[in-house]
């Protein structure tokens, strides 16, 4: 089960960065990002983290390697971390809060659109603290030079 949802997180991630055009080479780089977000997330999952927590360590993860792969095929890191968010996103608990609330079941559909939410905010602070770890961490190297 664990290795089809890898597969599956993979595949997701590098066939979107065809609809996202990166260039064919870097492609299974960025399934490879993909998959790895998504195998933080469902190691800090099973070890007890929260569903939203475990995003925003998933998502640090996602950004840290996007920012290396980034560096080491000298290219931006959209490119690696725009697919590698992608399994983490989370569709289907947004897709349940409308049809609950076409269902007129508003208790529900409001407590899924929250989680939507706060996952969302979670894969956004885990890009944005990951962006300013690396600032940092260039700064302190630029400096000690």
């Not at 920012?67 to 725009?82: D, E, G, L, M, S």
């Not at 508003?106 to 899924?112: K, P, S």
């Amino acid at each position: 089960m664990i290795m089809m949802q890898l597969l599956l997180s993979f595949m997701a991630s590098a066939l979107f960065g065809i609809i996202f055009n990166i260039p064919p080479r870097l492609l299974p780089h960025s399934g490879f990002v993909g998959m790895s977000g998504w195998a933080a997330y469902m190691f800090a999952f099973r070890s007890g983290a929260d569903g939203v927590i475990a995003t925003f360590m998933a998502s640090f993860f996602v950004a840290f390697l996007s920012n290396a792969f980034a560096r080491r095929y000298r290219a931006p890191a959209t490119i690696f971390i725009v697919p590698g968010v992608l399994p983490l996103v989370p569709g289907g608990t947004a897709f349940e809060a409308m049809r609950h609330v076409v269902m007129n079941d508003y208790n529900t559909a409001i407590a899924l659109a929250a989680k939507a939410l706060m996952i969302s905010g979670a894969i956004a602070m885990g890009l944005i603290f990951s962006e300013v770890v690396n600032q940092l961490a260039t700064r302190r190297r630029h400096s000690s030079r």
